[in-house]
């Protein structure tokens, strides 16, 4: 886990900063291990179904100008890029890399169902994505090199001008400091930053998912709702940070930012869990076919392991299972199951001649939760 600098516990943090005032820690995290090198961001960038930009600032006029251009990149692009001035991004690492995962344990205070993904960055000196905000928590954690980072709580203009296809705040001075590696900066929704790469360097973003409130509106058939927004917690406890677990204060969250009554706290959990569990389109598992399940099913209940695939979103609450934006009802005799999938992203003996996990186990295979091996 981070280590908070003075004296914070993951309490504190949540109370003081989550969701609401930006932190920096330095020497949060000794060193960023597992990382990726800068050559395996770029084999990333290059692939159909990795999402990639490079941001390129120009500094030829007084006021500096932002262009973006999105991936997947030539090998011969990538190798021919100029000295300075431009960052490389790629989204959802851990998805293509499942061992960069381990990363997400330093906030562990955090319930993963909450994570989107991980971003890396790898900048040329000068490079950055300009003044801007996002809608969503983040832990920008630094790899090696030097990023002088500019955050800000206040309120900043927009800059129209800065970028055609980048949406940018003026620029802003707000406080000021140097990540070096292992130092981390936490952003709640909506905080001004700006990042430059004062060195040559790489940033590892942790980044929140938060369902927005219309969507879950939608899921619910509800035509009109009076909030719009995000999904907040800014009263998060600790208690809440179970693998894969959503809690019962989580659905009460949703309940009252959609104003619905307690006795709709069943339906409006499994908007939550279904949401929470959706795959980006292009980032969605097979689940395995029916000869396949049978298969795989008696192999599991064989007391085999499977790990779980890369690009799974797996969850639970007290009722139902989710597994990749679909719902069934929770076999209570599963959680014990569900607690191993979801913390080790693998699935070792534990089912063995257990037949009542039959229909979980089904479940899970034929919607996608295992990397299934290519033949056996
Ligand atoms: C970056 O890694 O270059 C950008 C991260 C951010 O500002 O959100
Ligand atoms: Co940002």
Known sequence: MLSLPDNLTAESFLRQHWQKAALFMPHALPRLRPAVTRNELAWLATLDDVESRIVFVDRSS????????????APELLANLPRRD??????????????LRAL?????????????????SFAAPG????PHRDNYDVFLCQGFGQRNWHFSDEEVPADPEASKDLSLLAEFTGTVVDAVEGDVLYLPPG???WGTASRACMTYSIGMRAPEV?????????????AKGLYRDPDLDPSEAVPGYISEAAAKRALRLLSLSDGQRHDVATALGRIATQNKDWLKPDGTSAAETELWLSHLLAGGGLAMHGMAQVAFDDCSLFVNGQNRPLLQGARRLLAEICSNRRLVRSARRDPDLAPVLTF??????????ESR
């Open 62 to 73: 007084k006021r500096n100008r932002y262009r973006s251009e999105t991936g997947p990149f």
């Open 86 to 99: 431009w960052t490389l991004l790629v989204h959802d690492v851990e998805k293509h890399l499942p061992a």
């Open 104 to 120: 997400f344990a330093n906030v562990s205070f955090i319930p993963d169902w909450r994570i989107d993904d991980l971003m890396v």
């Open 127 to 130: 490079g950055g994505v300009g």
């Open 191 to 193: 905080a001004a930053h």
């Open 214 to 226: 219309a969507d879950l509106a939608y899921h619910l058939n509800i035509a009109k709702v009076s």
């Open 364 to 373: 899970l295979l034929a919607h996608g939760a295992f990397e299934i091996p």
